[in-house]
């Protein structure tokens, strides 16, 4: 499973999923800063990534809006706001017990 890293999520996260062996790429390095939450959640479905955000809002919206229209995405991972360290080891707990294809079209909260 790939994540990407939406912008407003901090870039240590990637860091430290990368040091456990995990892809991890961050919007800064996609060349994606300032694009829109739905330009965001495309781009990942195009690549087949899983998103990382704090914005539940938007991204609980988008994925209902993709379910309607038949659209898919690799999934979507929204996190309540907590450091960097506590993010990373969230996610590992998460991508350890779920696959790439189980993650398909699904939100995850953590």
């Known amino acids: 499973m790939h994540i990407y890293l939406d912008e407003d ?14 892809s991890v790429t961050s919007t ?24 990382l955000t704090h914005n539940r809002n938007d991204f609980q919206q988008l994925a209902q809006d993709y379910f309607i229209r038949s659209i898919h995405h690799a999934g979507i991972i929204i996190a309540v706001r907590r450091s960097p360290y506590a993010i990373a080891a969230r996610l590992v707990t ?15 909260y953590i």
Do not use: C, K, P, S
Request: charged share 15%.
């Open 28 to 51: 800064l390095e996609a060349g994606n800063i300032a694009w829109v939450d739905d330009e965001q959640l495309a781009y990942t479905a195009t690549h087949g990534m899983v998103i």
């Open 94 to 108: 998460m991508i350890n017990q779920i696959t790439a294809d189980e993650m398909m079209n699904q939100i995850i």
């Open 9 to 22: 999520v901090d870039i240590l996260v990637a860091d430290l999923l990368r040091n456990q062996g995990f």
